[in-house]
């Protein structure tokens, strides 16, 4: 029943170890976004993709990179992980841009040790 | 500047109030204001929108204002109930593709 999936649901590694991140969606929807979320904070977009259209944020850190081989599937990369990564990391569809509803995964939760 | 400001941070309503938690916005907007509810560990879920045609949209016990020319919009939850207890974040479409959210009210209904 579950429309936007994320997986792992919580993800440890190590400071400077790289990391994937993964979605998937099943409402075939053009628009997959990246947020990252700290304690008591609004969602931050990092990045999104409309269909293979890539759209990075100007303050998203290089360290952070995506991948979308398909309509479906959507990947988080953080190449070296500092401890400031550590966020709940959210995955959102929607059928097109913001004014049509986003759907959200229950993200990630990573840790850096 | 893009801005939502949300207000207020935290509030404790007993069983059965009316819940009202208000965001104003600067320079201009687009054409959607959505309001989601986020549970501790799940991602936020889309709770009601409102597009500016209208100053006032209610679906059962919530309720979103528009005030368009003062660039104000509020959620109300009448009846407030235990299960409302959430996080609660209002959004703008600025209309550059992508949604600016609130800064987040963390609701408590207690009985």
């Known amino acids: 029943d579950a429309m936007v999936i994320q997986n792992p649901r919580y993800q440890v590694t190590q400071f400077g170890k790289p990391v994937t991140l993964s979605c998937s969606q099943t409402l075939n929807h053009n628009v997959m976004y990246w947020y990252q979320q700290k304690s008591s904070q609004a969602p931050k977009l990092l990045f999104h993709y409309y269909d293979k259209d890539f759209n990075n944020e100007a303050d998203t850190p290089d360290n952070f990179q995506s991948r979308r081989p398909n309509t479906s599937f959507c990947f988080l990369d953080i190449r070296s992980p500092g401890l400031g990564d550590a966020a709940m990391y959210l995955c959102a569809t929607s059928r097109d841009f913001p004014s049509d509803p986003q759907h959200f995964g229950d993200g990630t939760r990573l840790s850096i040790l | 500047q893009q801005q939502v400001k949300q207000s207020p941070q935290s509030l404790i309503v007993q069983k059965g109030g009316i819940s009202i938690i208000n965001c104003a916005y600067e320079n201009t907007a687009f054409d959607y204001f959505p309001w989601y509810q986020q549970f501790p560990g799940k991602g936020p879920a889309l709770l009601i929108a409102?597009?500016?045609?209208?100053s006032e949209k209610k679906e059962g016990r919530f309720t979103i204002s528009f005030n368009k020319s003062a660039k104000q919009f509020s959620l109300h939850i009448m009846d407030s109930q235990p299960g409302d207890s959430a996080t609660y974040f209002c959004a703008v479409d600025f209309g550059n593709e992508k949604l600016t959210f609130g800064t987040g009210t963390r609701l408590t209904i207690i009985p």
């Open positions: 409102i597009r500016p045609d209208v």
